[in-house]
């Protein structure tokens, strides 16, 4: 059974910084299989990166995802103000699992 | 543009059944290439993914909550639903009922109910 595992937990960050954040997995996982969330407090998740590296529709270019086998990234290249919350990543192995998420939160 | 509202009582007694219908809106259950579903957050926690339904009603389920778990599709109705039987006070969550493009991700999110099982 694969296992996620995304660090830091939190990330403390100013508006226009660069926030990268990490997601392993367990095993080898395909990159076709491997999607970003963001999640904003009360609200539902939103998905951002889907395929390691493609941006779902109405995604800002600042956000891109890159990674293979065991390690995916999902970076932010200038935090704007509605950008902080909690991100999880979800892979897709015999059934689809969330990694426990990253906060980025205003430093 | 396609919209997924949750239904159903907020609040359910231990051992009971928790029962939750997903009404889809702007468009259509039975298009192929997409999986119904459900997925939960327990409140300050992670996204656990609950099973998934396609307009056929071809299931498949969390390994460690099948035993519990019915989920089914009326497509006339372009509803889907969940069914968690026996419930604890564990299984208090969000649910959110979402679209799945089978094997890939999660594209579409309704708004997420909040379900609280306690006596």
């Known amino acids: 059974e694969i296992v996620l595992t995304q660090s830091p937990g939190t990330l403390s960050l100013s508006p226009g910084e660069r926030a990268t954040l990490s997601c392993r997995a367990s095993?080898?996982?395909?990159?076709?299989?491997l999607a970003w969330y963001q999640q904003k407090p009360g609200q539902a998740p939103r998905l951002l990166i889907y395929?390691?590296?493609s941006r779902a529709t109405g995604i800002p270019d600042r956000f891109s995802g890159s990674g293979s086998g065991t390690d995916f990234t999902l970076t932010i290249s200038r935090l704007e103000p509605e950008d902080f919350a909690v991100y999880y990543c979800?892979?897709?192995?015999?059934?689809?699992?969330f990694g426990p998420g990253t906060k980025v939160d205003i430093k | 543009q396609l919209q997924l509202q949750e239904s159903g009582p907020g609040l359910v007694k231990p051992s009971e059944t928790l029962s939750l219908t997903c009404t889809v809106s702007g468009g259509s259950i039975s298009s192929s290439s997409y999986y119904w579903g459900w997925i939960r957050q327990p409140p300050g926690k992670g996204l656990e993914w609950i099973g998934s339904i396609y307009y056929s009603g071809s299931t498949y389920y969390n390994p460690s909550l099948k035993s519990r778990v019915t989920i089914s599709v009326d497509t006339s109705k372009n509803q889907f639903s969940l069914k968690l039987s026996s419930v604890t006070a564990a299984d208090t969550a969000v649910y959110y009922c979402?679209?799945?493009?089978?094997?890939?991700?999660?594209?579409?999110w309704g708004q997420g109910t909040l379900v609280t099982v306690s006596s």
């Open positions: 979402v679209r799945e493009l089978l094997g890939y991700y999660f594209d579409y």
């Open positions: 979800q892979q897709y192995g015999s059934s689809p699992l």
């Open positions: 395929g390691a590296s």
């Open positions: 095993q080898s996982v395909s990159s076709s299989y």
